[in-house]
């Protein structure tokens, strides 16, 4: 029930992007999904790492069956687009037909050839391999669906509160562009590849359902499914560009003044500024950080390569989103207590709801509430008073993160009642092919 509620969910959900973009005259996720089958997708390798996800609940022969597939269908578009004088996009990750072309043949493997559990358990797979390739596209159409209905943004209020802080997006500005192009380079794979990082993570900690035939009660994928719902849709509470768009070269003649990296902006009393209809208001919070604290989170069960990696993704995520003015140090501090709270949640609803696990999603709700009240209705009084300020905001946050790891840790002691194997059919277990 739980997991034909979600279903059912997220295709309401990506259902209701596809009318919205479609009001602005664009495909929306749903469309631009079913075109991946035969023309160039936007990232092979996020599609290959949705296949990967898919295979978890395969086994290593069905595995092999179905990468070799998902690169033999790929071979041969290739080939097809080499020989009418297309593009094959090679060189611009324009590739990995065959990666959803073998997803949906699994789907429909498990509707006609399975029965009970174990289709379930493949429609499972099948459903987190689809996700990971649609909500990049679903957050593409909330992007544009800020852009069009927002027309003011909230920046000027944010720069100031992020007096308190330091102005750390200045800071780091510049210290990218005295590093470059070493640091550049660096981040922007960090910052790009993200998601591919999640997946090598979530694979780790999925790597048994195959044997287990059945999933986790908590990982990744669902905290990060929910960071994508939520997320957004803040977005349109507060519309923030960031500071290489409001006052860098990047925002052109809608910028305030073209002064970051180099110079502070001087904001007497802040306003809500107009800006053009194409610029995403997607920086309050940062998603990008709530995603990577989620994956330095969940590596931390893992080998230490994968908690030496997960460190690194964080550290370089941060050094990315403030060093390329992508945010304020602000949006940082309201990303890392919004995914607190939304883990938190997830992990509630896997042990069980009890009082600790309310007292805490509450509590990081409450102050997640109060920073963007803040930034909101008393920017200036916080600019004013950085030395009380500065330490406040750091102080709730290190309080949310306080809570979790106190709250977590005593979760991890009391065992979690772990639902029954699903049954397999009997006999040796039937092959894909």
């Not at 080499?82 to 324009?94: F, K, Q, Y």
């Not at 694979?203 to 957004?232: D, K, N």
């Not at 390569?305 to 989103?321: D, E, H, K, S, Y």
Request: proline share 7%.
């Amino acid at each position: 029930m739980l997991w034909t509620t979600a279903g059912v969910a997220a295709l309401a959900f990506l259902l209701a992007m596809e009318v919205a973009a479609r009001r602005y005259g664009t495909a929306g996720p749903l469309t631009h999904q079913v075109r991946e089958l035969i023309f160039p997708p936007k990232s092979g390798p996020r599609l290959y790492a949705g296949l990967a996800l898919t295979m978890v609940v395969l086994t290593w022969r069905q595995r092999f069956v179905a990468l070799g597939t998902a690169l033999a269908v790929d071979v041969a578009f290739v080939l097809v687009r080499w020989a009418v004088g297309a593009d094959p996009g090679l060189t611009d990750g324009n590739f990995g037909n065959g990666a959803l072309w073998v997803i949906v043949g699994i789907a429909g493997i498990a509707v006609t050839r399975r029965t009970g559990a174990e289709r379930l358990l493949l429609l499972k797979g099948v459903g987190l391999g689809l996700l990971l390739m649609a909500g990049q596209k679903a957050g593409d159409a909330w992007l544009l669906i800020t852009s069009k209905t927002r027309e003011t943004v909230l920046d000027e209020y944010v720069v100031t509160a992020d007096h308190a802080l330091g102005d750390p997006s200045w800071l780091a500005g510049r210290l990218v562009a005295a590093t470059d192009p070493v640091s550049t380079h660096v981040l922007n794979l960090v910052y790009g590849q993200l998601p591919l990082a999640a997946a090598i993570v979530a694979l780790y900690q999925l790597r048994h359902v195959a044997v287990e035939r059945r999933f986790p009660s908590h990982h990744l994928v669902r905290t990060f499914l929910v960071i994508g719902l939520i997320g957004p849709g803040i977005y349109m509470i507060f519309p923030v560009v960031g500071p290489v768009y409001a006052f860098g070269a990047d925002g052109g003649a809608w910028a305030t003044a073209h002064l970051w990296p180099n110079a502070l902006p001087s904001l007497d009393l802040p306003q809500p500024m107009p800006f053009d209809e194409i610029t995403p208001r997607n920086c309050m919070p940062s998603l990008h950080t709530a995603w990577a604290v989620c994956l330095f989170i969940h590596s931390r069960d893992g080998s230490r390569p994968m908690r030496l990696a997960g460190t690194f993704w964080l550290i370089g995520t941060l050094g990315a989103t403030l060093g390329f003015g992508y945010h304020y140090g602000a949006d940082l501090v309201a990303g890392v207590v919004f995914v607190l709270t939304i883990d938190a949640a997830m992990r509630a609803t896997a042990h069980g709801w009890d009082r600790s696990g309310t007292r805490l999603v509450t509590y990081g709700a409450t102050v997640f509430t109060a920073l963007l009240l803040s930034y909101r209705y008393l920017p200036t009084q916080m600019a004013e008073l950085p030395w009380c300020f500065g330490p406040l905001m750091i102080l709730a946050m290190a309080s949310v993160i306080y809570g979790y790891v106190r709250t977590t840790r005593a979760w991890a002691r009391k065992p979690t009642p772990i639902p029954p194997p699903e049954p397999t059919p009997a006999g040796p277990q039937a092959e894909l092919v």
